[in-house]
């Protein structure tokens, strides 16, 4: 299982600056991955994903970026707000379809 | 509606009791999902099941057991075996053996006394 830690990385930015959450995983052989969000007391939910085929990926604000060659994921939010302030998740598909989640990193945004 | 639900968000129980988390979706997916979170911690995954009467254990599993009798419902129950239970409690789904996200549902704060 996952080497998790009990205090997670932090990461903190003005408002209206770009962030970036680097993610390491740790299976050569995974083909998809996923970032979720979790706001405290909630439960994660999905900002987006990219297939190992790809690498990178862009949404509304977000940017994946996948490097196979180093096994590492980021996440890129531009423009940071307030309501971006959470707890980010990177997560790697195996090869039996389960999701196995990376051990997170806090973003707080300073207004 | 579609979604996932869990109840209660939070619960509290007596070292010693049994207790069952609920966990309900009406997204027809067939896969679904228990973790359990700590504080400042990833998620780690307990039981899971592709499909309706069959499940498999997950990474920490001991202490925990589930059913799964119906598509839509995956019930957990902590079992007093389990060494220390108090922890947030989140149950997801997807669609079974295809690369596709999982749906979280928001979550049981578990408290044993």
């Known amino acids: 299982g996952e080497n998790v830690g009990l205090h997670l990385p932090t990461l903190s930015v003005q408002e209206g600056d770009n962030s970036i959450i680097n993610c390491a995983y740790s299976?050569?052989?995974?083909?998809?991955f996923i970032w979720y969000k979790q706001e405290s007391g909630k439960g994660p939910q999905f900002i987006i994903d990219?297939?190992?085929?790809?690498d990178k990926r862009q949404g509304q604000r977000v940017t994946v970026l996948l490097n196979k060659t180093v096994k590492h994921l980021s996440l890129q939010i531009a423009a940071t707000q307030p309501g971006d302030s959470a707890v980010y998740f990177c997560?790697?598909?195996?090869?039996?379809?389960?999701?196995?989640f990376g051990s997170g990193t806090r973003l707080l945004v300073r207004p | 509606d579609g979604g996932i639900t869990q109840s209660p968000k939070y619960l509290f129980r007596k070292e010693g009791q049994n207790v069952t988390l609920s966990c309900e979706q009406n997204?027809?997916?067939?896969?679904m999902y228990w973790y359990r979170q700590d504080p400042g911690q990833g998620l780690r995954l307990i039981y899971y099941?592709?499909?309706?009467?069959?499940?498999q254990k997950g990474d920490i599993a001991e202490g925990y057991s589930v059913s799964r009798e119906k598509k839509e419902s995956f019930p957990l129950t902590v079992t007093s075996a389990q060494k220390n239970p108090t922890a947030f409690y989140l149950c997801?789904?997807?669609?079974?053996?295809?690369?596709?996200?999982?749906?979280f549902g928001p979550g049981t704060r578990l408290t044993v006394l």
């Open positions: 099941s592709q499909i309706v009467n069959d499940f």
């Open positions: 299976n050569s052989a995974s083909d998809y």
């Open positions: 997560a790697e598909m195996d090869s039996s379809y389960k999701l196995i």
């Open positions: 997801a789904s997807s669609l079974a053996g295809v690369v596709d996200e999982q749906f």
């Open positions: 997204l027809n997916h067939d896969a």
């Open positions: 990219i297939r190992s085929n790809m």
